[in-house]
């Protein structure tokens, strides 16, 4: 009897344990296969999130020139983003997991919509890429791309949602089933009790992983909210902030019928400074600036940097016009003389201004966008006038911006179409009137406005980038005159063409004049290349590595307009420039000025002293 007794309980006792190891197994494998399946699902979710969040921070960055950033970098973040969220519906793997496809239709509909909405996403990039002129703050493409990647935000948070439920239900599901197979195992002993005690520990462990990945997705959403509307270098609100305040704002004073003044601030040569000192220091302005602009305004006025060195101001709630023209012009005066103290970075004193647009709703625009894009017309108008002091917008200014858009228009057709003319005016030899060279003067064959000198067409030239390639144009025609008068037997000399910064700053400069020179059997010393003073020490130590190249090769380098801009002995001694071009306001006072007089005469042994030649501007005018 007590064999079979024990024969039964040893038989209970397997059956038990079997049971047991049974159900144990089966909570393991169960918990196991929610965290493999889930986790991967969840970091899916939040990486197609991140990665186009950082595809939208880092196009806008490059759009507005703050940044170094690759373009390649923006496609690489979209394509990894989608690459997540076609895992969620196909599944995939990569070095973070396996990822295994989602079952709820509702689930799978919503990443299709995200998908689309990245498609919509990078199409519009491409575009607004590919046509920097037409995406400026404010534009019609700029508002859709906002547009979408707010759509896209909205979706990509839906499925977070939606995943998180749908993980929450299977885990009550799981804790329920663990709760009820626990109860019956406990009655089995000490045994079963220490069983389910380590499959207890195993499952803690299981939802701490799960509430450990929650917590990291919350702490994503927080960070990719404060990238979405904030600048991480000054802490201001960031261009897509700034947009939704100042929409705000004119929608406000549209129904109280009141005001509303914009600020432009864009902080003169900063880039020369950034350049100089570096970008940790370029940055530590920046905070600086923004903190002072700060000090200057109301708690409730909104301050932005919206890209750059260009920050924004909104000053809303203003009476009427008179009041608000007022109001912004003492705010424009007070932050020119904030940002004209000294910044103190290390124990380093550096000195800046800004130039500041001011545009005023509703009378010099009645939407936001143009509201903001008018005061960028007027910031560049102080810019141009006087750096350092502020601007108000006006219909001039309006249609001076239109004359200027059409003349870029004017300019693209102009390059295809070759309107582009070369002039020579000849350089005389005073001792014995002979012709010694000639300078060449480009000048536009207009279909409309006959023909226009540069003064007419250059600072837009330089503005939409054109320069480069009249550059290009005038240096091609110059070395064709040259071999057409030695193959018709005249002597030449030099030809003196003077080219801009832009073209100068390229790299590959050197070779592009060599080839030039070979391809029409031009030697170098017939070559005579200008640059204003200003130009040279834009990049001052390219430059003069660039002009001992030059000059090793047998190219004369000119410097124009020689006592006009910044006229120093240090840089005449640094940069091996052979000829000074002395500026026609003091050939034309020459004989009206002792002082002038003096100054030429200064000029002449100066050139002498360091062996350079001397060229006067402007002796064959009256």
Known sequence: MRTRRIGHLSASFIIVISISLGIVGYLVMTGEQMVSRHTPQIDAAMEIKVNATLAHLWFEEIISGDRYEQIDDVWSYLDESDWYARALLEGGKNDEGTFVPLNSINMR??????????????????????????????????????????????????????????????????????????????????????????????????????????????????????????????????????????DQAVGHARRKSNCVAVLFIDLDRFKNVNDRLGHARGDEILKLTAKRLKQCLRSDDTVARIGGDEFTVIL??????????????????????????????????????????????????SEADALLINSDHAMYEAKQNNRGSFCFFSREIENRVTQELQIGHDLHNAIKENQFTVHYQPQYELQNDSIVGFEALVRWEHPKQGLLAPVSFMRVAEDTGLIEEIDLYVLNSICRQQQEWKQQGLPAGKIAVNFSAALFSRKDITNIIASHLAEYCVSNHELEIEITESAMLKEMNHTQQLFEKLTNIGISIAIDDFGTGYSSMSYLQNFSATVLKIDRSFVHDIDKSRSTQAIMLSMLELARNLNMEVVAEGVETP
């Open 316 to 365: 809303a709630d203003l009476d009427d016009h008179k009041k608000a023209a007022t109001a912004a012009g003492s705010v424009a005066e007070h932050i020119s003389l904030e940002l004209a103290k000294p910044f103190d970075i290390g124990g380093l004193k550096v000195d800046l201004s800004a130039s500041i647009g001011i545009a005023i709703y509703p009378i010099d625009a």
């Open 109 to 246: 509909r919503q990443i299709e919509s995200v998908r689309v909405s990245l498609s919509k996403f990078r199409t519009i990039a491409e575009q607004r890429f590919s046509n920097y002129e037409a995406s400026l703050p404010g534009s019609g493409i700029d508002q859709e791309f906002d547009r979408i990647f707010a759509g896209f935000i909205d979706q990509a948070d839906q499925v977070e949602t939606l995943l998180q439920e749908s993980i929450a239900l299977e885990l009550s599901k799981f804790k329920q089933t663990a709760v009820f197979l626990t109860t019956i195992l406990a009655a089995t002993g000490v045994v079963l009790a220490i069983i389910l005690y380590r499959l207890e520990m195993q499952r803690e462990q299981h939802l701490h992983k799960i509430e450990q990945t929650s917590k990291k997705i919350e702490a994503q959403n927080t960070k990719l909210d404060y990238l979405a509307y904030f600048d991480t270098v000054s802490g201001l609100p960031n261009r897509s902030l700034f947009t939704d305040r100042l």
